[in-house]
């Protein structure tokens, strides 16, 4: 398989992520906004982040489409999936109530398969922008 396919399947697996459960969250943006002024650590940001994370996530996915902006998209989407995997780390390790504002399916996963969900993202995507990297030089 080229170097270019692989990037590209890379890129629609993140597409596919992104505008599921941002289209998940803003279909149910009612249920999304409550359960994120639940959590201890965002409670104040709770409005502005369930705005935000959405409509980045689109961003994100539209980003992964082109081939200009591609190996940016795939930095974003590293960072927002290191982001989120924290969060619910730190969520399990300091919090005594965890609620889920996951969208779609991922809301049904316990929190452990959530994080080695998240994690084999990040994985598929430090492999994305390597190869993308490599492929440029």
């Not at 002024?37 to 705005?51: D, E």
């Not at 889920?100 to 969900?117: M, N, P, R, T």
Request: with cysteine; proline share 3%; aromatic share 14%.
């Amino acid at each position: 398989m080229s170097t270019k396919r692989l990037i590209e399947i890379i890129s629609a697996l993140l597409i596919f992520l992104f505008v599921y459960t941002s289209i998940s969250k803003l279909m149910d943006y009612t249920v999304f906004n409550r359960q994120l002024s639940q959590s201890p650590f965002i409670t104040q940001y709770a409005n502005i982040v369930s705005w935000a994370l959405p409509l980045g996530e689109l961003l994100i996915a539209g980003m992964l489409l082109g081939n200009k902006t591609r190996l940016a998209g795939l930095y974003c989407s590293f960072f927002l999936l290191c982001l989120f995997t924290f969060y619910l780390a730190a969520m399990l390790r300091y919090s005594p109530y965890i609620p889920c504002s996951c969208g779609g399916v991922l809301q049904h996963l316990s929190w452990q398969a959530h994080i080695i969900f998240n994690s084999a993202f990040i994985i598929l995507t430090i492999i994305g922008v390597l190869l993308h990297v490599k492929k440029q030089s």
